[in-house]
């Protein structure tokens, strides 16, 4: 059975908003500066820029290990083995919220902004998100769920090491454009002395459209696959979002748009929305969680089967 879902689209009071009143800060993309609306803050919750990847912490040395390890490991060939086995969705079945509660055990070694619970990085990104866009229902759900693939860092679903589920994403089959994190590791990386893989290009097509691209693997694209396979009627926007959140040389210094092909642009100027909510809202500020689960659970029944396969 084909299920038609109209796309979101954005409005001409909010294009126009979003172009008069917004700023281009230190992640790329856009964010409200001093308006009623989101106000992004100035610092993270430890007292560094937002995505300062040289600031002196102890923190900032596990990070920096972090990208070594990811930048060295995260090949072409060990994108499509994770794909073929978690593509399987054989590792749990339950329901979205449960997947949420499993996060409460799961720190991201790869952020430099955050070391609350990930469940309540949802929770803010999503709530901050629906005080700005109250009709936009499905973006306040795909807040709630973009990050759920890092359950993949518990023993039910294989224990991966870190930097096989966190941190910011890039393509495979291409040359690593230098705007990457730490892009001096990558020199480690087998694909790296690859001449197939050294040209811009690589092995795609300009214009190809970013589905056709392997992008190194993650929780990004575990849910995406998750929800994608179970049949979610979440908007093709929520998709891509959930896939492509973490690709930060695309939102960031626009690397790799010229594999892009026009719906990905369509559905970029939804992500570079949902972006700057990702970032800026993490928050020593926690939301209280019973106070708002019965609205996500109604959007969770409205885009998503009872159960899924995991």
Avoid at 52 to 70: G, H, L, M, P
Avoid at 169 to 193: I, M, Q, R, W
Avoid at 303 to 308: G, I, K, M, V
Wanted: charged share 30%.
């Amino acid at each position: 059975m084909t299920i038609l879902i109209s796309q979101p689209e954005l409005s001409e009071d909010r294009k126009d908003n979003y172009d008069a009143k917004e700023l281009v800060l230190d992640g790329g993309f856009v964010v409200p500066h001093k308006t009623e609306a989101f106000d992004a803050p100035e610092i993270n919750s430890f007292g560094n820029s937002f995505r300062d990847y040289n600031a002196e912490s102890e923190r900032q040395k596990t990070v920096e290990e972090f990208y070594r390890q990811q930048h060295t490991n995260q090949t072409y060939d060990y994108v499509m083995k994770m794909r073929e086995e978690y593509g399987k969705l054989d590792k749990a079945v339950m329901s979205i919220w449960d997947c949420c509660e499993l996060l409460n055990d799961v720190v991201d070694d790869s952020d430099p902004d955050l070391d609350e619970p990930q469940i309540q990085h949802l929770l803010q990104s999503a709530e901050a998100i629906r005080k700005d866009y109250p009709d936009e229902d499905w973006l306040h759900l795909t807040a709630l769920i973009h990050d759920l693939g890092k359950v993949l860092l518990l023993p039910q679903f294989g224990q991966l090491p870190q930097w096989a589920v966190v941190g910011d994403t890039f393509p495979l089959g291409c040359a690593f454009d230098e705007s990457n994190v730490h892009h001096k590791y990558f020199k480690n990386n087998p694909d790296f002395k690859n001449p197939g893989y050294s040209s811009k290009n690589g092995i795609y097509k300009e214009g190809c459209g970013l589905d056709n691209v392997v992008i190194s693997w993650g929780h990004d694209d575990y849910m995406y696959l998750v929800a994608k396979e179970n049949g979610t009627t979440l908007p093709h926007a929520a998709l891509f979002i959930i896939r492509y959140h973490s690709l930060y040389p695309l939102h960031k210094a626009g690397a790799y748009k010229h594999l892009m092909n026009k719906e990905d642009e369509e559905d970029l100027k939804w992500l570079n929305i949902f972006n700057k909510y990702d970032l800026y809202s993490k928050s020593k500020v926690l939301v209280d969680v019973d106070e708002v689960k019965p609205y996500y659970q109604s959007l969770i029944k409205k885009y998503f089967t009872e159960t899924l396969r995991w």
